[in-house]
């Protein structure tokens, strides 16, 4: 019989125990679903904050295109009007020479890296052609000194034959002077002296 009240008593202490974990529990379960309610109460708010963001986001991006476009339009029209400038035509022409100036260098770059490249050959060429010519140059100035030496020696041949004959047509030119001066002055006749010397004249310039 105290077996059975012990049993009792112990059955009953347990099932108060389980009522205060019950209460305990239900207790926890309440302020979970509190805060759940919380929960969802704030996630729906957030939501609607989120669509209120994105629909701002999208009107601030929708009117940021329709300032990008009017940038983009802007520039472009600010590129054709600059463009059109006698200065900016000036520079691009630059720019093009510069360019073209630059294909060429590296052109010639690689050309000259190239033995067998065609500025090689044509330097080549240019200093064959040179020796040629300063070749032939050389036999000229040869052929002009050969030449102006016999001249010389022709010269001097001919002044040591004009020089005796000179000297003696000039004797004769004095002669016929001293004779004009002295008939005149005998005769006392000036025309006949002045046709003499006339004759005297033409006689010595040969015609």
């Given at each position: 019989?105290?077996s059975?009240l012990?049993?009792?008593?112990?059955?009953?202490?347990?099932?108060?125990?389980?009522d205060?974990?019950i209460?305990?529990?239900?207790?926890?379960?309440?302020?979970?679903?509190?805060?759940?309610?919380a929960?969802?109460?704030?996630?729906v708010?957030?939501?609607?904050?989120?669509e209120?963001?994105?629909?701002?986001?999208?009107v601030?991006s929708a009117?940021?295109?329709?300032?990008?476009?009017k940038?983009?339009?802007?520039?472009?029209?600010?590129w054709?009007?600059?463009s059109k400038?006698?200065?900016?035509?000036?520079?691009?022409?630059?720019?093009?020479?510069?360019?073209?100036?630059?294909?060429?260098?590296?052109?010639?770059i690689?050309d000259l890296?190239?033995?067998?490249?065609?500025?090689?050959?044509?330097?080549?060429?240019?200093?064959?052609?040179?020796?040629?010519?300063?070749t032939t140059?050389?036999?000229?100035i040869?052929?002009k000194?050969?030449?102006?030496?016999?001249e010389?020696?022709?010269?001097?041949?001919?002044?040591?034959?004009i020089?005796?004959g000179?000297?003696?047509?000039?004797?004769?030119?004095?002669?016929l002077?001293?004779?004009?001066?002295?008939?005149?002055?005998?005769?006392g006749?000036?025309s006949?002296?002045?046709?003499?010397?006339?004759?005297?004249?033409c006689?010595?310039?040969?015609?």
């Amino acid at each position: 019989m105290d077996s059975i009240l012990s049993e009792t008593k112990t059955t009953e202490r347990e099932i108060y125990l389980q009522d205060d974990a019950i209460e305990v529990t239900k207790y926890h379960c309440e302020n979970l679903e509190a805060e759940v309610r919380a929960l969802y109460s704030e996630n729906v708010k957030l939501k609607c904050d989120a669509e209120t963001v994105q629909e701002e986001f999208e009107v601030t991006s929708a009117r940021n295109n329709v300032y990008r476009e009017k940038i983009k339009a802007h520039k472009h029209l600010f590129w054709e009007m600059e463009s059109k400038m006698p200065i900016m035509i000036e520079l691009a022409k630059k720019k093009a020479v510069v360019q073209e100036l630059k294909t060429k260098k590296e052109e010639l770059i690689r050309d000259l890296q190239n033995p067998e490249g065609s500025v090689i050959k044509q330097v080549q060429e240019e200093i064959t052609l040179l020796k040629r010519e300063i070749t032939t140059l050389k036999e000229f100035i040869n052929k002009k000194g050969d030449f102006l030496e016999e001249e010389k020696k022709m010269h001097a041949k001919l002044r040591k034959e004009i020089e005796p004959g000179y000297i003696d047509l000039r004797n004769y030119q004095l002669d016929l002077i001293w004779h004009f001066r002295e008939g005149s002055r005998r005769a006392g006749c000036i025309s006949t002296g002045v046709k003499t010397m006339q004759f005297v004249r033409c006689y010595v310039s040969g015609k």
